[in-house]
């Protein structure tokens, strides 16, 4: 029971993600504020606007050009910067890198919040950034959990590899996802503390940590994928699990070094995710079946994801959890609906070829692959600007609220049909307007009506 007792404790502890992240690169920099009134103190007052001294950069000389300050006198190229809000922030607000540009972010001291466009955040502390690769690996790591990530993954998946496999593996992910954020918000443990953890990731902080949806994602959908085109196409077994547990790894390590979440947390979502797995893969088949085929499917699609997002566990306070578990659900009926319509108008046959498939590379393939998710991608990206301002407005007008109170996102009347609608909507294009559009331009995927 001790040693128990010393496990849990030991994966829980945020020293221990702090110290994967400072021997990963993540130093924590001296603050601003600090050096400003040690310089008063002193009589060495910085010129800078910002009134940091040149000394708490690398190469000790800094310069202020469009709001950023930067050891070299000009902006970087990798860094995007809203000078507009860079010019209202103080110098507490501002992250240290070592390439010596500060960007906005936000300090909160013990006890202490600071709230940026409306929305509370509980902040970091002033960093620099030691090894530029791993923050670009981790940082992709982290992509490979979010909405972006999805909508391109299944765009993909559906119109250039196989929409038997997509399906199954998005009922899988859309299982382990919904029961994992709400088990989030039942079990109500926070992230790990920070200081001394550096947070560099803003966008789910305000969410709870247990259990981590990033591990249950990065093993959901790599074991998915394995599971699904294993015995259909051919392929070496030994190198597909390589990938799914590299894969798994990368998200997984990404979101203890970007501070946002502990061992316990990441441990938890892996087995989460594999316990729900075990019961939820051996049903995939006839529920995709009659998603697909069956005439009361409709009716479930549209309805089931509005249930579940009432039925979520009550928030007790705003975090970005209960949009996102209803994005998911929705981008989940939109991708059957569409699969469902595709069926039922006749476009949608057995393949008769005898498996295993054979992957193919040549290069027309690939080159029409591509041709494929780039002008599909245009497309929805189109239709995504305007079903979500759309929608944004629609409500608005009709409870009339204000759209440019950034709060109004917040309120669940708003938000449930903002995000339903929006993704609904997108997805059922992904499945059911875009292949259509491939076949009239000429560049068709001639299996996807043949993979029931």
């Known amino acids: 029971m001790s040693l128990l007792r010393r496990v849990l404790s030991y994966t829980s502890d945020p020293e221990v993600v702090a110290r994967f992240q400072k021997a990963c690169g993540i130093i924590h920099a001296p603050d601003p504020v600090n050096l400003k009134d040690e310089n008063k103190h002193n009589g060495n007052i910085s010129q800078h606007p910002n009134g940091i001294s040149p000394d708490a950069f690398p190469g000790g000389k800094s310069s202020l050009v469009n709001g950023v300050c930067s050891n070299t006198g000009r902006k970087m190229d990798s860094e995007v910067v809203d000078t ?62 979010n909405a972006t990530f999805y909508m391109l993954f299944y765009s993909f998946s559906f119109w250039n590899f196989d929409s038997y496999v997509a399906r199954r593996i998005c009922l899988v992910w859309c299982i382990c996802m919904y029961f994992g954020q709400a088990t989030k918000d039942i079990v109500r443990l926070p992230r790990p503390k920070s200081p001394p953890v550096v947070r560099l990731e803003t966008r789910y902080e305000l969410e709870y940590g247990m259990p981590s949806t990033h591990a249950i994602v990065g093993t959901a959908i790599p074991l998915s994928m394995l599971i699904f085109t294993s015995g259909r196409y051919e392929y070496s077994m030994f ?41 939820t893969v051996p ?30 566990p009550k928030l007790d306070k705003w975090s970005t959890a209960r949009g996102d578990t209803t994005l998911i659900l929705s981008i989940t009926g939109g ?71 950034p709060k109004t996102k917040q309120k669940f009347i708003v938000e449930l049909p903002y995000k339903y609608l929006s993704y609904f909507m ?23 009506y043949t993979e029931i």
């Open 283 to 312: 049903f995939v088949d006839p529920v995709d079946k009659f998603l697909v085929t069956h005439p009361l499917s409709p009716l479930i699609l549209l309805s089931l994801p509005i249930i579940l997002s009432l039925l979520y």
């Open 84 to 145: 507009k809000s860079h010019t209202n922030q103080d110098s507490d607000s501002q992250v240290i890198h070592r390439n010596g540009v500060v960007k906005n972010h936000e300090i909160t001291d013990k006890g202490k919040k600071r709230a940026v466009n409306g929305v509370i955040r509980t902040g970091t502390v002033p960093f620099r950034i030691e090894n530029a690769l791993l923050y670009y690996v981790f940082s992709f790591g982290a992509q490979l959990g």
């Open 239 to 279: 190198i597909g699990l390589l990938v799914a547990v590299a894969w798994c790894i990368l998200v997984c390590l990404s979101r203890i070094y970007l501070g946002m979440h502990n061992i316990l947390d990441v441990i938890a979502g892996l087995f989460f995710a594999i316990v729900v797995m075990t019961f």
């Open 426 to 448: 997108i997805a059922l294009n992904t499945v059911y307007t875009m292949p259509l559009m491939f076949y009239f331009i000429g560049i068709p995927r001639m299996s996807y």
């Open 335 to 405: 991708l059957f609906l569409g699969s469902w319509i595709n069926y039922n108008q006749g476009f949608m046959s057995p393949n008769d070829a005898s498996l295993p498939f054979s992957l193919n590379f040549q290069y027309q393939a690939i080159l029409t692959a591509m041709m494929r998710l780039v002008s599909g991608v245009a497309v929805t990206l189109v239709l995504h600007h305007y079903m979500k301002n759309t929608v944004y407005a629609s409500l608005c007008f009709v409870l009339s609220m204000d759209p440019k109170d």
